[in-house]
């Protein structure tokens, strides 16, 4: 029976039973660690004639431990930790899932900026140790909020901004104005939105830091940074800086760089604990989204396999 290999963390963790669905198709099904340690996961490799990979790297001495291996099915938007070049070099298919989580992350955008504007976890804080004095908000319909990056999971924030009645600024060097204008948001360059905006979300792709301490010194006194996207993105000691002198008055993300080994962040110091706010990068973690990746990855192996172009190429030339 072939082996697919699954590396992802929440593989078939909703419910949706991936697995079963893919045994019926007649293929086995082995999980392996989201890492991607080649040690660990040669044997496995070694078998595989399709893999659904994690967030971990997929290199060409991954792919060299696999001669099996027809497809990549990475779970999930992203696919830079994968080397494209690699597989198609090898005659490998890799594939995402795209908007698959796009409205779990953008729900989550919007409950990080409620908590971190209402300090909702340092309330939660305070009243453990018997404290229940108030501390005073800001409401979101009160605000500007500058979105980085209007593809669908920006959009779909405003979309829910909108409803708060916000006023809503968009940055995207992809997007014309018009696109920008339909999606509901008026545009505006990013140098602007820093003199603009009360809050700033941030939903761009990663690999250059754009929040840094020049944008920074030309941002609106007061203003909140969230960010659901690449912690690449920002500064982390430039923003801590910032908070410290009153430029920033807030910030909520959903990682750090580093992730699970970020905890020597200048943003999780002791001083700013009370304005700042980190989820363990779990903002696409909803039973409908792990469903909705896991399904579309698995119509992507399937399609390969079966011998027929996969519904979510990726990749040179695509």
Known sequence: MPSILATSRSFSAGSVDLVARLRSAGHDVITGPADHDLDRLAAALHEAVAWVAGTGPVTAAHLDAAPRLR???????????????????RGIVVTNTPGANSAAVADHAIGLMLAVLRHTTEGDRRVRLGDWSVIRGRELGALTIGIVGFGRIGQGVARRLSGFGSTILANDPWLSDDDVAAAGASPIGFDELASRADLVSLHAPGGATIVDSEWLTAAKGGVVIVNTARPELVDEQAIADAMREGTVSGFAADTLRGDTRAESSALLARDLADRVIVTPHFGAQTTEAIDAMGSMAVDNVLAVLDGMAPPNPVGPGL
Not at 71 to 89: H, L
């Open 71 to 89: 497809v990549v099915a990475r779970y999930g938007v992203g696919f830079d930790a994968v080397d494209v070049e690699a597989a198609a070099e």
